[in-house]
């Protein structure tokens, strides 16, 4: 069973996401909380996936990531926001959390999300993915000439292909954009991590976001739809 702790100030949305998470037969909400509650909550319940609102009026979630991130075995955190381009997302990512969703995902979509977590993978809600770099564009005078270095090193399908990670698209989906099969996707993550020099999909996205590559990708794309 894949234990989940729900961390949000409003109790309707530790509820909901109670009643739609434990209808799984693989998943078990441990424990709900608020943000003052959460670290105790997650020492006690010892989770798999905490699930964290990032905005709280008691501790904010960048502060209980945190926390939860000095513990001795940390659980996989994934932020949760109702806003498309939240501020606080792309930090909490440079912060360890294994993506975001957003509030509004398809209650469907949720224990598929929670058990990619749970594998080590990781969720990124592609509708705030493109809101957050499109609100934090690493060309405004923060380009990292490093990374872009590292970027350079990327044949342009694999570029092609980074920019659709940043969109939190899985590997079939990616496949269905640019049409290649997902095994031929698996190839091209896998030799992207490996020239990048990175472990993790939110890594990567996150390098090309420094490297300004985004912006550059994300024009494109809405230029040839």
Request: charged share 25%; glycine share 8%.
């Amino acid at each position: 069973m894949i234990r989940v702790v729900v961390v949000d100030d409003e109790a309707l949305v530790r509820s909901g996401f109670r009643l739609i998470l434990s209808a799984a037969d693989d998943m078990e909400v441990v424990a709900t909380a608020t943000g003052g509650e959460a670290v105790d909550t997650v020492r006690r319940e010892r989770p798999d996936v905490v699930l964290l609102d990032i905005r709280m009026p008691d501790v904010d979630g960048l502060t209980v990531l945190r926390q939860l991130s000095e513990l001795p075995q940390p659980p996989v955190v994934a932020m949760l926001t109702t806003f498309d381009a939240d501020e606080y997302v792309l930090t909490a990512l440079r912060s360890g959390a294994a993506g975001f969703l957003l509030k509004d995902t398809e209650p469907d979509q949720l224990p598929q999300l929670v058990r990619t977590l749970a594998a080590g993978g990781v969720v990124m809600s592609p509708k705030a993915s493109r809101a957050v770099w499109q609100s934090h564009p690493g060309s405004a005078g923060a380009v990292d000439h490093a990374d872009v270095a590292r970027v350079g090193r990327l044949t342009e399908r694999e570029r092609e292909v980074l920019v659709l990670i940043a969109e939190g698209l899985s590997n079939a989906e990616i496949g269905g954009r640019i049409h290649l099969s997902p095994g031929t996707v698996k190839d091209h993550v896998s030799a992207i991590l490996t020239k990048l020099r990175v472990t993790s999909r939110v890594q990567a996205a996150l390098l090309a976001q420094r490297a300004g590559l985004l912006d550059d990708g994300q024009q494109r794309s809405e230029s040839g739809r």
